[in-house]
């Protein structure tokens, strides 16, 4: 049975910074596509950054601000968050797929095969 268990995130103000952490366990070989999405309230699932053994890839709104990075011994995934915005605010979701996908091909949520539980993530002003 595969999980996808998360941790880390909170509340900081405008500019601080945040990591989240996923966990997966059950996983036959290292996610070969991991990803962070988000969903504000009353807004749908939105991509933030995947790492896969293609690449890297962000949405443009937290290029340069957001870091994505894996620790493939323990299965982890990590989304260091910096300068963070009021606009930032939502929960946030691991994700993995199991098989590559390439820049926008990433982007989707259906193309994830597991889930994590979600952390909420508020910034203020």
């Known amino acids: 049975q595969v999980q996808l268990v998360q941790s880390g995130g909170g509340s900081v103000q405008t500019g601080g910074s945040l990591r989240l952490t996923c966990t997966a366990s059950?996983?036959?070989?290292?996610?070969?596509?991991m990803a962070w999405f988000r969903q504000a309230p009353g807004k749908g699932r939105e991509f933030v950054a995947a790492?896969?053994?293609?690449?890297?890839y962000y949405v443009d709104n937290v290029k340069g601000r957001f870091a994505i990075s894996r620790d493939n011994n323990n299965n982890t995934v990590i989304l260091q968050m910096d300068s963070l915005k009021p606009e930032d605010t939502a929960i946030y979701y691991c994700?993995?797929?199991?098989?590559?996908?390439?820049?926008?091909?990433?982007?989707?949520?259906?193309?994830?095969?597991?889930w994590g539980q979600g952390t909420q993530v508020t910034v203020s002003s």
């Open positions: 059950g996983l036959a070989d290292s996610g070969y596509s």
């Open positions: 994700a993995d797929r199991n098989y590559f996908c390439y820049d926008s091909g990433c982007y989707s949520a259906s193309v994830y095969d597991y």
């Open positions: 790492d896969t053994w293609l690449g890297k």
